[in-house]
């Protein structure tokens, strides 16, 4: 499935019963895991906000004028690959001068309590999940310090560098392709992998399933249809968001509030200092 800001179909049915429980508190009931409780994570430019990496939200869609799907595009590469490697040597410059927050860590310590009955998707390609410790994580739209060549078949690779002026860069190894960001942009397809392995997790799970999602608009498809498939498998759907999202009308429980303080106490965990 493509990457894209629009619904492939709008729900026809909204069930509203219990969304936007516990809107404006901060102070939440604990998430009731049992033993057999599977939770899959979604999480989005939010998580990562009170890092100091700013969100798309933020930012009105809008970098220096180019909306972001002109410049997460392969049209936009095309186009003008210099400018596509100046936008993203920025955010790994902005990447590589945070940490992560207590929100990440909130997951991390999820993770220890549950194993393999845990699963994190996230849509953000900064790799601050990975740093705080996050094991059994899915960077559903790629990583920001990996690149790959264009044209040629050389496997992705792990790669720090800036080109924040002059020319794009070409893959050393084929000479003739230009390195392109490892990142999955616009109207390109989400890694099939990936996407059966979120499949499998929430049909093994079926209504032992908790879906949480946290710190995301719900403005990109197939990210954001993801709780409707976790509603379908009879799984509870939570939301922490600080403000409602788009695609808000699906989740059983909305808390607003910042990742770094709701998850912790939702999560049962101490606070952060
Ligand atoms: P957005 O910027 O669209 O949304 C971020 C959401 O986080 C907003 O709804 C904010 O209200 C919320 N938020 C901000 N600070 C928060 C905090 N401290 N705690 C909790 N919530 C907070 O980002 P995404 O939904 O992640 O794709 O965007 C999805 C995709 O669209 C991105 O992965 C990106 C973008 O275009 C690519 O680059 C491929």
């Known amino acids: 499935m493509a990457l894209s800001p629009l619904a492939p179909d709008r729900p026809r049915r909204v069930d509203l019963s219990g969304a936007r429980k516990g809107l404006g508190c901060l102070i939440v009931r604990t998430l009731d895991l049992d ?32 909306r972001f799907e002109d410049v997460a595009s392969p049209e936009g590469f095309a186009r003008d690959p210099a400018l596509v490697w100046r936008f993203y040597s920025q955010r790994r410059q902005g990447a590589q001068a945070v940490q992560p927050n207590a929100g990440h860590a909130a ?19 900064d790799g601050l999940h990975r740093r705080a410790g996050s094991e059994r994580l899915i960077e559903l739209h790629g990583h920001l310090f990996t690149s790959r060549c264009s044209r040629c078949t050389r496997a992705p690779f792990a790669d720090e560098r800036l080109h924040l002026e002059g020319e794009a860069p070409r893959c050393e190894r084929c000479g003739e392709g230009f390195l392109r960001p490892h990142i999955v942009w616009f109207g390109e397809v989400l890694d099939e992998v990936a996407m059966a392995r979120i499949d499998a997790f929430m049909a093994e799970a079926g209504a032992r399933l908790t879906f949480l999602a946290v710190g995301t608009s719900g403005a990109v498809y197939p990210a954001a249809g993801l709780v409707r498939l976790a509603r379908r498998r009879g799984g509870n759907t939570w939301l922490v968001n600080a403000e409602p999202a788009d ?15 709701v998850l912790p106490a939702l999560l049962g965990q101490a606070l952060p200092d």
């Open 35 to 66: 033993d057999d409780a599977r939770v899959l994570v979604l999480t989005g430019a939010g998580i990562s906000a009170e890092s100091g990496v700013p969100t798309f939200r933020d930012s009105n869609g809008l970098w220096e004028q180019h």
């Open 107 to 125: 997951l991390v310590e999820l993770e220890r309590r549950l194993g393999d009955r845990f699963l994190l998707v996230t849509q953000n390609v």
């Open 247 to 261: 695609n808000g009308e699906h989740f059983d429980h909305f808390l607003q509030g910042k990742a770094s303080t």
